[in-house]
């Protein structure tokens, strides 16, 4: 190493994991997500053009039930009932699809995969802190991505095939993760434990949501939108 480079940053002190009611919470959130999501995309699954997207779509969806699945077995494991864990969550998640409903399917297409993205971001940067086995839950679910790559492919095409289009998909999704952000905020906000597993880092919420902001501008460019 030269003389010239800089000191070795001093390790920050560790700090002890999040208890047991502020995991519960975060995965109660997580549980919700995915079984909303599971609702969405069957019912959304009607908006295909064709019988061969509408199974496809209806076929993915499986994947986001299985993933609630393995977050409910984990709730069950901390002695959490999984329905009490997400009922928190209802109202932020039912604002946010009255104000997101898509109208044709190709917005539904943008919300699978841009607004779920915004989501995933989000669980994958508080997981970090977590004690390995609600780490592996989150990493496992996380690691689902058939939904996503059918409408990140669906997208791609329809944008090469009729520039068009391009414009309003863009609007939508700014809108989309406009509102995610809001609601995550407020989410935030009225659950003091999940901001301790956001902040329990030395971060911020606001840091926090940026991240998140440019990773869905980044998703918006490799399926051809803009920012």
């Known amino acids: 190493m030269s003389e010239t480079s800089d000191p070795a940053p001093t390790a920050a002190p560790a700090t002890e994991p999040p208890g047991r009611e502020a995991v519960v919470e975060l995965l109660g959130l997580l ?111 996380l690691a689902e991505s058939g939904a996503a790559d059918l409408a990140a492919a669906e997208i791609r095409a329809a944008v090469e095939a009729d520039e068009s289009v391009t414009g309003r998909l863009s609007l939508w999704a700014r809108r989309l993760v406009g509102e995610g952000i809001n609601r995550a905020q407020g989410v935030a906000a009225a659950n003091e434990r999940l901001t301790g597993i956001i902040v329990g880092d030395g971060g911020t919420l606001d840091a926090l949501l940026r991240r998140l902001t440019r990773a869905h501008q980044d998703r918006m460019k490799s399926v051809g939108l803009n920012n």
């Open 31 to 141: 549980a919700l997500g995915e079984l909303l999501a599971f609702e969405r995309m069957v019912f959304d699954a009607r908006l295909a053009p064709d019988l061969g997207r509408r199974a496809a779509l209806s076929e993915a969806a499986v994947g986001e039930i299985r993933n609630y699945r393995l977050i409910a077995d984990r709730l069950h494991a901390l002695g959490a009932d999984p329905a009490e864990a997400m009922a928190p969550f209802r109202e932020a998640f039912r604002s946010f699809d009255a104000s997101t409903s898509p109208r044709d399917w190709l917005e539904a297409l943008v919300k699978v995969y841009l607004g779920d993205a915004v989501a995933d971001d989000f669980f994958r940067a508080v997981s970090s802190g977590l004690e390995d086995a609600d780490r592996t839950v989150i990493e496992t679910v």
